[in-house]
């Protein structure tokens, strides 16, 4: 297919652990997002990637976030030493330009038992 | 603090009827509205825009109004089907040109009863 892909669909992680979460986006795409979603509440920016300038990490909570953009496609967002406060849908999204339509993957769920 | 309130968590409409869901802003820099649809376990997808230019954009069955005075829009689909049903959200970006964070209300779930 030619949308955003994201892996694992699901991930369940004792607390302490660290988790990588991948994301594909749709070929061609030079900006991608990442956002999570908590219970109960809306998405919420984590970070941005576009081409190969520096990204923009202006919303990630801690600094046990942290991801990488290989190549100016492949992304992944890791999480070291989960705590239960992380458990949330994780989604990514690309667009073809900085301000274009951003379009998203299904999202990784991330439970931190 | 929210920056995009979508204040009723949910809507039930019968079929055929309009769904009217609304969206409330607080920030004066955003110049530019979005509406996501999203099913459940899938991601959201994209429904129709409106830029602060425009006070109406509409997309077939849907239409997006844009109060800029009141900080207000609205999503209007009309006839509503149970194909539908589904959280909406509203998501908002400021301009210039630093401007691609889209700021999300929590949503607001759609049943539509056929």
């Known amino acids: 297919g030619a949308g955003v892909s994201q892996s694992p669909s699901n991930k369940v992680t004792e607390k302490g652990k660290d988790v990588e979460l991948r994301c594909d986006p749709i070929s061609g795409h030079t900006a991608l997002y990442w956002y999570r979603q908590s219970l109960g509440q809306g998405l919420e920016f984590l970070i941005y990637f576009q081409g190969n300038s520096a990204p923009d990490k202006s919303g990630l909570p801690s600094d046990r976030f942290s991801a990488e953009r290989t190549g100016g496609s492949v992304s992944t967002l890791t999480i070291q030493r989960t705590q239960q406060e992380d458990s949330a849908v994780y989604l990514c999204a690309s667009s073809q330009r900085r301000k274009d339509t951003q379009y998203f993957g299904p999202g990784t769920r991330l439970t931190v038992l | 603090d929210q920056q995009v309130k979508q204040n009723s968590p949910s809507l039930s409409v019968q079929e055929g009827r309009i769904s009217i869901l609304n969206c409330d802003y607080t920030?004066?820099?955003?110049?530019?509205f979005l509406w996501y649809k999203k099913y459940p376990a899938e991601g959201p997808t994209f429904l129709i825009s409106i830029s602060s230019i425009k006070d109406k954009n509409e997309d077939g069955r849907f239409t997006v109004f844009l109060n800029k005075s009141a900080k207000h829009l609205s999503l209007h689909i009309v006839p509503s089907q149970p194909g539908d049903s589904a959280v909406y959200f509203c998501a908002a970006r400021p301009g210039g040109s630093g401007s691609y964070q889209l700021t999300f209300g929590k949503g607001t779930k759609l049943s539509v009863i056929p």
């Open positions: 920030n004066s820099m955003f110049d530019y």
